[in-house]
């Protein structure tokens, strides 16, 4: 442990202290929780971000559409709106957050709700849309006031959750221990060369309950897609000289590919769900002019497109080569059948309830 973190664990305990006593009094039912009449699926974290779970929920969207009417319900998170709000094609990033305006956008018919209060939440989506099947919580892993069916806890393979303290010594939200609320742990952002070996051993130190799994998962990259223009993509080759701007909790995965794909990289980071102001996007276009050539390229996340969704955000950007990069997860191919099966046989049979 560095030095600031011995300094600040005291602090640690005390916040972990609290947290734990929270958990304690759901667990023996002082603090009431409700469950939905349709089956749910928690997706988070012990830490404070960073470990993929934007595009681990988007995964369970594709597997579970195809099958069951799908639902996600979200905080919003930065949202300038409150209570319930139900996404339609036009809503921004200041109407619903910028990760439930992603779902909204790369899923059109996907229903997407944001609501502080999960249970309330949770309750007007089968209200407002009773064909609905399953319900993803995106981000509620502390969130315990709506009981889920199924808890997915993901873990960042370059700072795993058996290795981090609570906050501020650390990147935590509670204690190590909250993770034995999981029914299935995913330890994401690995090496897509990440040995058997290797997993086996990361799973030891987790050391799972006999009731929960341990799945890893990697991270994939589509085509970049011009930001005024979904329509079209690029090739990542067709450039070797990008400006990399992003308010994202970690950009290091993204970093890596770039320069693993023979980048030149310059970076701009802001923090995390950053919104992006006017002067922010004029100090980008004269970043971006300073070090442009012939191949330059600016690359962002989807997540931070999300953010850039104004027509005067997009005028000071007009003309310039703005791309985004799509990202995916994969499981390793002898983990993903039974991780699928895992998703699927719970909706189905919790349907029947």
């Given amino acids: 442990m560095k ?85 339609g094609s036009s809503s921004s990033s200041r109407d619903i957050g910028d990760e ?29 849309k009773p064909a609905t099947e399953v ?79 341990v799945f890893f998962s990697y991270i994939t990259y589509g085509s970049l897609v011009p930001l005024n223009n979904a329509e079209v993509e690029e090739n990542i080759h067709n450039f070797d000289t990008a400006l990399l701007f992003s308010g994202i909790a970690n950009t290091r995965p993204l970093n890596q590919y770039l320069i693993n794909n023979k980048y030149s990289v310059h970076t701009l980071h802001f923090s995390d769900h950053h919104q992006f102001s006017s002067q922010d996007l004029i100090n980008i276009r004269t970043t971006f002019n300073n070090i442009a050539k012939k191949n330059s390229v600016i690359i962002t996340t989807e997540k931070d497109a999300m953010r850039i969704d104004t027509p005067e955000q997009q005028a000071i950007l007009k003309n310039l080569p703005v791309y985004y990069l799509p990202i995916y997860v994969e499981f390793f191919p002898s983990e993903k059948e039974m991780f699928n099966k895992i998703i699927l046989n719970y909706v189905a049979n919790a349907g029947k309830n």
């Fill in 100 to 128: 439930p305006r992603q779902y909204k956008f790369k899923f059109p018919n996907l229903t997407v709700a944001v609501c502080e209060e999960r249970c309330k939440g949770a309750q007007k989506i089968i209200e407002l």
């Fill in 135 to 213: 319900i993803i919580l995106d981000d509620a892993f502390q969130h315990r006031s709506l009981k889920a069916g199924l808890y997915v806890m993901l873990t960042d393979y370059n700072n795993l959750f058996t290795r981090d303290h609570v906050v501020p010594s650390g990147t935590l939200r509670e204690f190590r221990c909250g993770a034995r609320r999981a029914d299935v742990i995913v330890v994401t952002k690995c090496p897509e060369t990440l040995s058997g070996s290797e997993r086996k051993k990361i799973t030891e130190e987790i050391n799972p309950a006999d009731n929960q799994q």
């Fill in 3 to 87: 030095f600031l973190a011995i300094i600040l664990y005291p602090l640690s305990l005390i916040y972990g202290s609290v947290t734990a006593i929270r958990n304690m009094l759901f667990n023996i039912s002082v603090f009431k929780q409700c469950k939905a009449s349709k089956p749910v699926i928690c997706v988070g974290n012990l830490s404070m971000g960073g470990t993929g779970k934007t595009p681990h929920v988007e995964y369970l969207v594709r597997l579970l559409s195809g099958k069951f009417d799908t639902a996600t319900l979200s905080r919003g998170y930065k949202r300038k709106t409150r209570g319930f709000v139900l996404a």
